[in-house]
C-alpha cells in the first residue's frame, strides 16, 4: 500500500512565503515523477509544478520565478517554497507521486490536500 501525505499549508500574509513538504511511503518500486497541483472551488485541478526523477523541472507559468520545486529523493519527498505569495496562490494544494508499487502497476497517487490561503 502506498500512501502521499501533504504538510505545510495555512495562512499567510501577501507578499509571505510557505513551504509545502510531500512524502510518499509504503510499498514502493519506483517513483517516476512528483509534483504539486492546486484546486480552487468550481474550478479544475491545475498543474503548480512538477519534478522527474531525472531532475526536469517543470513550472506552472503563474508561478514562474516564485515558486521553487524540489526533491529529496532518499526521504522519496518533494517540497514546494513559494514566495511572494498572492491572494490568487490560495487554493487547496495536492501532491501527486507518479510511481510504480511493489506489488501494484504504475499509476498516479494523489494526497489529501493541504490548504493555503493568502490574505491580509
Known amino acids: 500500500q502506498v500512501q502521499v501525505v501533504e504538510t505545510g499549508g495555512g495562512l499567510v500574509q501577501p507578499g509571505g512565503s510557505l513551504r509545502l513538504s510531500c512524502a510518499a511511503s509504503?510499498?514502493?518500486?519506483?517513483?517516476?515523477?512528483m509534483g504539486w497541483y492546486r484546486q480552487t472551488p468550481g474550478k479544475q485541478r491545475e498543474l503548480v509544478a512538477t519534478?522527474?526523477?531525472?531532475?526536469?523541472?517543470n513550472y506552472a507559468d503563474s508561478v514562474k520565478g516564485r515558486f521553487t520545486i524540489s526533491r529529496e529523493n532518499a526521504k522519496n519527498t518533494v517540497y514546494l517554497q513559494m514566495n511572494s505569495l498572492k491572494p490568487e496562490d490560495t487554493a487547496v494544494y495536492y501532491c501527486?507521486?507518479?510511481?510504480?508499487?511493489?506489488?501494484?502497476?504504475?499509476?498516479?497517487?494523489w494526497g489529501q490536500g493541504t490548504q493555503v490561503t493568502v490574505s491580509s
Open positions: 519534478i522527474t526523477s531525472g531532475s526536469r523541472i
Open positions: 509504503g510499498s514502493i518500486s519506483r517513483i517516476y515523477a
Open positions: 501527486n507521486a507518479d510511481l510504480s508499487g511493489t506489488y501494484s502497476p504504475r499509476r498516479d497517487y
